[in-house]
T-cell receptor
Framework: DQQVKQNSPSLSVQEGRISILNCDYTNSMFDYFLWYKKYPAEGPTFLISISSIKDKNEDGRFTVFLNKSAKHLSLHIVPSQPGDSAVYFCAASAKTSYDKVIFGPGTSLSVIP | DVKVTQSSRYLVKRTGEKVFLECVQDMDHENMFWYRQDPGLGLRLIYFSYDVKMKEKGDIPEGYSVSREKKERFSLILESASTNQTSMYLC??????????????FGPGTRLTVT
């Protein structure tokens, strides 16, 4: 049973528009959430994170929103650029789990010029 | 620039062979991880190590073992490769102190095919 879910396997967005990638989790012990980006033939790279004590974290064009009551987080990319085309993995971790991170299945984002 | 390297980008092995995947990091990280990535399943943790000679099972350890004799090197071993172990294998490392422990640095991956 997946503890981190990304229900959209793929998403297409026009360049310059907003990309919204969604993620749901089931484990209420998760207290830290991350997004990773992966280009083909490369390993994932860390993008942005948020602690459960916050509901928003912003880094340039990337903003992550956390809704703990709904067990939902989202990644907003504004404005979207063709170089943002990649697979995005949502991930989560709990204090009790050593330093383990649980990854979702990923969403493939295509930004169309 | 931080770096995690994996010994091979592509590997083809026969069923029953013993397979070694090597990973080296140059960031003096305490934690190292082995994942496999399969379509629709994301990254699944096989094993991780939080110190030299220490190892912990991840979510899917069956059919795998690991070795960490030096801090910078973490090896994944498939004792007897099977076709269901055909996958992309990713190594990662991280610091031990939270929350930076959750920010993992990944190698480029090894695409293993077992025939």
């Amino acid at each position: 049973d997946q503890q981190v879910k990304q229900n959209s396997p793929s998403l297409s967005v026009q360049e310059g528009r907003i990309s919204i990638l969604n993620c749901d989790y089931t484990n209420s012990m998760f207290d830290y959430f991350l997004w990773y980006k992966k280009y083909p033939a490369e390993g994932p790279t860390f993008l942005i994170s948020i602690s459960s004590i916050k509901d928003k974290n912003e880094d340039g064009r990337f903003t992550v929103f956390l809704n703990k009551s709904a067990k939902h987080l989202s990644l907003h990319i504004v404005p979207s650029q063709p170089g943002d085309s990649a697979v995005y993995f949502c991930a989560a971790s709990a204090k009790t789990s050593y330093d383990k991170v649980i990854f979702g299945p990923g969403t493939s984002l295509s930004v169309i010029p | 620039d931080v770096k995690v390297t994996q010994s091979s980008r592509y590997l083809v092995k026969r069923t029953g062979e013993k397979v070694f995947l090597e990973c080296v990091q140059d960031m003096d990280h305490e934690n190292m991880f082995w994942y496999r990535q399969d379509p629709g399943l994301g990254l699944r943790l096989i094993y991780f190590s939080y110190d030299v000679k220490m190892k912990e099972k991840g979510d899917i350890p069956e059919g795998y073992s690991v070795s960490r004799e030096k801090k910078e090197r973490f090896s994944l071993i498939l004792e007897s490769a099977s076709t269901n172990q055909t996958s992309m294998y990713l190594c990662a490392s991280s610091l031990a102190s939270r929350p930076r422990a959750y920010e993992q640095y990944f190698g480029p991956g090894t695409r293993l095919t077992v025939t």
